[in-house]
């Protein structure tokens, strides 16, 4: 099972900066099987990329991700209000695994 | 209009059962692969289970493997997550969605709260 561990656990900026979140896993994710996934309270998930650097359809393009092998950044390049939110980080091959979350919190 | 509907939460004492079901619209579901996702309170996504298009294969998470089973019905659209032998540690809320391997989205239900309790 192919373990994924992100950082930060928190993220505390103000709207308009940068967010970088990173997830490594612990080996090598096939096929760049590799999602982000914003989550609001109450909400199911949401798909933000796909294929560690796709973007989801209707997602803004202030959202990007990149990476491969075992390392992978999601960036948002200006914090909008509506993005504090909590990240999370996939991989979709057999089975699925989900980092722990990194909590994007208003400053 | 792409729809999943989830239904069957609810409190359940430990050691009994539950079965939860994920009603599909707008999308062939006969074609994807499904999972189970839970979510426990304050907590973060833990995968479940999965079972192929065509219900030919499945696969489980350690700590569900033996009382859980994932089932479908495409003639109904449906898919199924039977729960046994139930514990506290499994109240969560429980979403299915759809599989991402060589799609460019997902589906998701808006998910079902279990609560395991005496």
């Known amino acids: 099972e192919i373990v994924l561990t992100q950082s930060p656990g928190t993220l505390s900026l103000s709207p308009g900066e940068r967010a970088t979140l990173s997830c490594r896993a612990s080996?090598?994710?096939?096929?760049?099987?590799l999602a982000w996934y914003q989550q609001k309270p109450g909400q199911a998930p949401r798909l933000l990329i796909y294929?560690?650097?796709s973007r989801a359809t209707g997602i803004p393009d202030r959202f990007s991700g990149s990476g491969s092998g075992t390392d992978f950044t999601l960036t948002i390049s200006g914090l909008e209000p509506e993005d504090f939110a909590v990240y999370y980080c996939?991989?979709?091959?057999?089975?699925?695994?989900f980092g722990q979350g990194t909590k994007v919190e208003i400053k | 209009q792409v729809q999943l509907v989830e239904s069957g939460g609810g409190v359940v004492q430990p050691g009994r059962s539950l079965r939860l079901s994920c009603a599909a619209s707008?999308?062939?579901?006969?074609?994807?692969?499904m999972h189970w996702v839970r979510q426990a309170p304050g907590k973060g996504l833990e995968w479940v289970a999965v079972?192929?298009?065509?219900?030919?294969?499945?696969h489980y998470a350690d700590s569900v493997k033996g009382r859980f089973t994932i089932s479908r019905d495409n003639s109904k659209n449906t898919l199924y997550l039977q729960m046994n032998s139930l514990r506290p540690e499994d109240t969560a809320v429980y979403y299915c969605?759809?599989?991402?391997?060589?799609?460019?989205?997902?589906?998701w239900g808006q998910g079902t709260l279990v609560t395991v309790s005496s």
């Open positions: 969605a759809s599989d991402l391997v060589g799609a460019t989205t997902d589906y």
């Open positions: 707008g999308f062939t579901f006969r074609s994807s692969a």
């Open positions: 079972i192929s298009y065509d219900g030919s294969n499945k």
């Open positions: 080996q090598s994710v096939s096929g760049s099987y």
């Open positions: 294929g560690a650097s």
């Open positions: 996939q991989q979709y091959g057999s089975p699925w695994t």
